[in-house]
């Protein structure tokens, strides 16, 4: 038969993503620094969004007194758009770096220098962008205008950076990168866009809801809470939030997810090979010259064209 299609399942296999991150992990260790600080700098609005999002579905003084869950669920429900965004934009986000260019560093597709360059350029592109999205377009755009979205800017600042310990930060960010490296690892096994989506969704509701501490996240949501207000300065939430949030979001990102499945799938029998994506564009390259040596007068519009060809840089 001609006009070969081979058939694809609906997801890539564990083993399978796990390439395809380290793939994407050493291009990111090698792309052009000017674009990929643009990259990160616009990251840092696309989360911003979410961001705000959270901030202004939290808005509901009588829910937050009486019924604080109800306000969570809420935030998690609305804030997972920032990382969706990201994600299908392929705009770099400093905690999701940390997993992509570690599994390249374990697989020794990447060296240890490019992936503190990555760590380092992404994490301050980030904060550029997402503080001129908090102060350009949120603050002097008139987001929080209403005194009671304001209020709660706040007090969730300080819920952030000041209430909680050092350590309790510390250890909330080993569970939000976590589950936002987890999140990602499922967006890369699903093949098309609405199946990414909910994979991207489901444990990005679930660290918003439960508080847990983001880094770059926070570096929108506890700003803003302090030009409303919050009583600490730049210096405080350096090393009482942001310290102990980016400390913990390496554990969770590198740590528990990316030397976790590096060890579970791409060591000995459980690796796939690296190329892995390229074995059904040889199949039916081999079909098709088959086909035509049987029938070397034929055609098929189904063919001929070459528009029903697999390609592997699509999915």
């Known amino acids: 038969m001609s006009g070969f299609i081979p058939q694809q399942e609906d997801a890539y296999t564990p083993q399978q993503a796990m390439q395809l991150i380290a793939r994407s992990g050493e291009k990111k260790c090698v792309m052009r ?24 579905a939290g808005d509901a003084p009588w829910y937050s007194d009486n019924a604080p869950g109800v306000i969570h669920t809420l935030a998690g429900a609305v804030f997972p758009i920032g990382l969706i965004l990201i994600a299908l ?32 350029l992404a994490f301050f592109a980030n904060l550029g962008g997402i503080l001129f999205f908090m102060y350009i ?10 005194e009671s979205a304001q209020e709660h800017c706040r007090s969730y600042a300080i819920g952030k950076a000041q209430s909680p310990g050092w ?21 890369i096994l699903a093949r098309e866009v609405v199946s990414k989506i909910i994979a991207i969704w489901w444990p990005i ?15 929108f949501l506890v700003p803003v809470g302090m030009y409303y207000g919050a009583p600490f300065g730049v210096g405080y939430y350096i090393w009482k939030s942001m310290i102990p949030a980016a400390l913990g979001n390496i554990v969770g990102g590198c740590g528990f997810v990316g030397l976790s499945y590096w060890y579970m799938w791409m060591t000995s029998d459980e690796a796939v090979p690296a190329e892995f994506d390229k074995t059904w564009i040889e199949k039916d390259q081999n079909h098709h010259a088959r086909e035509k040596s049987r029938f070397p007068h034929s055609s098929s519009p189904e063919s001929s064209d070459g528009h029903n060809e697999f390609n592997a840089s699509q999915v």
């Open 137 to 146: 377009i949120c603050i002097y755009g008139g987001v929080f205008m209403a």
């Open 89 to 120: 934009t392929g705009a770099e986000l400093w905690t999701s770096t940390i997993f992509y260019t570690s599994v390249a560093f374990f697989e020794r597709r990447a060296s240890l220098f490019n992936v503190l360059k990555t760590w380092f």
């Open 167 to 187: 350590h309790q930060i510390f250890l909330s960010a080993i569970g939000a990168n976590w589950l936002v490296c987890l999140a990602v690892y499922q967006g």
């Open 205 to 219: 509701f679930i660290f918003v809801m439960l508080g847990m501490d983001h880094v770059i996240a926070n570096m």
């Open 33 to 56: 620094l000017d674009k990929f600080i643009y990259n990160s700098i616009i990251a840092g609005p696309l989360l911003g969004f979410g961001c705000a999002a959270a901030l202004i």
